[in-house]
């Protein structure tokens, strides 16, 4: 499928997804959120594809928020309808079976850091800056950032961000957890790159149970956590991935896994 608003290039089973509408760094209108809905679920059924690196066009910006100008003349009505839409793109990166990865080149701001922690983690260049402004707008979060934030970073550093709207620098996004690995600008596609290229070979089916056990067991009691970790563990032990990680590893050999 075509995409206004999104290039997306696979090269062996991993899938670059860049944000294209530099002019108004990368902002999110309604068309961008379906667009990238769409875009998302349908890699998420490619067989083809192990992995997704999601990153801005242009060297200035990741993602600089929902786009304001379409929000401005929003009604009440519009405004909970467009929440939600983005909030059923971020549930759905949530929900992936397929790793993906955010490369934070520029500003992740509002809804591009809302964006950014949907992914399951975060690269981020040293020129990358965050934040979460929509307080000076009068609002806030929409895109699931108070409830993302808050679960990664915990509630006081969220609270500070979000009340402040201030917008912090990578080295500080990732001395606070938000970042996993800090990038020299240039070498920020090709780490993280690479580190989807290091999941790619493992076992596709263990990769996804264990995104969804994370995932999933956030939202439950340790003890809930435990019994659904079993229950993915066990059915795993019916799959040709099983077959094949535990066979290659006693014939000494490596793997080839199916996803099956
Ligand atoms: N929406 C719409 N347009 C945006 C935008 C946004 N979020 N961010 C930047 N742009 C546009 C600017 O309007 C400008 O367009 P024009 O050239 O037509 O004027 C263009 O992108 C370049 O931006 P600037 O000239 O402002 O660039 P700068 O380097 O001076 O500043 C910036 C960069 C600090 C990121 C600044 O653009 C900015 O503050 N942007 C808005 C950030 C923001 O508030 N994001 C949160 C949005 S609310 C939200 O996301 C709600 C939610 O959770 C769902």
């Given amino acids: 499928m075509e995409y206004k608003n999104l290039l997306i290039e696979t090269v062996d089973g991993i899938t670059t997804l860049t944000v294209n509408r530099p002019q108004v760094l990368n902002a999110l209108n309604s068309e961008v959120v379906q667009e990238l809905e769409c875009a998302l679920y349908e890699l998420d059924l490619d067989s083809a594809v192990k992995a997704v690196v999601v990153t801005g066009a242009g060297e200035k910006a990741f993602v600089a928020g929902a786009d304001i100008k379409e929000m401005a003349g929003m009604s009440s009505f519009d405004a909970h309808d467009f929440s ?24 992740a701001l509002g809804g591009g850091l809302e964006l950014a922690l949907a992914c399951d983690f975060i690269y981020a260049s040293e020129k990358a800056k965050f934040g979460f402004p929509e307080v000076g707008l009068g609002v806030i979060p929409g895109f699931g950032g108070t409830q993302n934030l808050a679960r990664l970073i915990g509630p006081n550093k969220a609270n500070e961000l979000v009340f402040s709207g201030r917008i912090i620098g990578a080295a500080q996004a990732c ?86």
């Fill in 84 to 107: 939600r839409r983005g909030q059923r793109l971020m549930l759905l990166m949530e929900r992936m079976r397929k790793p993906v990865i955010a490369a934070v080149n520029g500003y």
């Fill in 175 to 260: 001395e606070w957890g938000i970042v996993n690995e800090l990038c020299a600008p240039e070498e920020l596609l090709s780490r993280a790159l690479d580190t989807a290229r290091e999941i790619a070979a493992k076992g596709p089916l263990g990769v996804a149970y264990a995104k969804d056990a994370i995932a999933n067991g956030l939202n439950m009691t340790k003890e809930d956590g435990f019994r659904y970790e079993a229950s993915l563990f066990g059915v795993l032990f019916a799959t040709g991935d099983q077959r094949e990680g535990m066979g290659a590893f006693l014939e000494k050999r490596s793997t080839n896994f199916t996803g099956k």
